[in-house]
């Protein structure tokens, strides 16, 4: 079963403006990442947070990490019709070996 | 090339017959990894390596499934005798400490 939730399931936005996509997990981890999907294309890894991390930023991206409410954020500025892709969280679980656990994404459209 | 490849990129095969995915790992990488896709959903975990010893299969790895990784190297994922349920996107990435890197991914489609 998916370790993690995420919300919304789609987010349809203007060019301009910022997205937010939320994510929950259940045991503890060592870190939690963020990938982006195009359309039936790979996985493209874009931030990696550690779970002793709070906050992380690249570029227009920013993460947020709440080990305490198992929750973790992304957000994404100044949107671009160009990020309109899925995007998933994935959690490093303690004692696991490494395997990701991965959400079942959130739909991301930006309008021009 | 830096990346992680996999082929084929596309497979369709008819109901009962046997196929086999590839992946080439980055070549300083020890770890690899196999995950499934299926539409509208995320990736799901089914088996990884260590250099060449399969450390872990999931419980969607039915006995129909099974992955190799002679010498460390490249890995080979095949199922026999197919089903239209295993029809998914095939993924692969390789890891060092963590940093992961995904392949494009085979894509089967079983008729």
């Known amino acids: 079963s998916q370790q993690g939730e995420e919300d919304p399931q789609a987010l349809s936005i203007q060019e301009g403006e910022n997205a937010t996509m939320n994510c929950s997990y259940k045991?503890?981890?060592?870190?939690l990442q963020w990938y982006r999907q195009n359309s039936g294309r790979g996985l493209v890894h874009l931030i990696l947070?550690?779970?002793?991390?709070r906050e992380k930023h690249s570029g227009r991206l920013r993460v947020t990490l709440d080990t305490s409410k198992k929750s973790s954020s992304l957000l994404i500025t100044a949107s671009r019709a160009a990020d309109t892709a899925s995007y998933f969280c994935a959690t490093d679980a303690r004692n696991q070996g490494g395997k990701l656990i991965f959400g079942q994404g959130t739909e991301l459209s930006v309008k021009p | 090339d830096t990346g992680v490849s996999q082929n084929p990129r596309h497979k369709i095969t008819k109901r009962g017959q046997n196929v086999t995915f590839r992946c080439d790992p980055i070549s300083e990488h020890n770890r690899l990894y196999w995950y499934r896709q299926t539409l509208g959903q995320g990736p799901e975990f089914l088996t990884y390596?260590?250099?060449?010893?399969?450390?872990?299969k999931s419980r969607l790895l039915s006995d129909r499934f099974s992955a190799e990784r002679p010498k460390g190297s490249f890995s080979t994922l095949e199922i026999q005798r197919t089903e239209q349920g295993d029809s998914a996107m095939y993924l692969c990435a390789s890891s060092e400490d963590g940093g992961y890197t995904f392949g494009s991914g085979t894509r089967l489609t079983v008729v």
């Open positions: 947070i550690r779970s002793n991390e």
């Open positions: 045991t503890s981890i060592n870190n």
């Open positions: 390596f260590q250099n060449e010893a399969q450390l872990e």
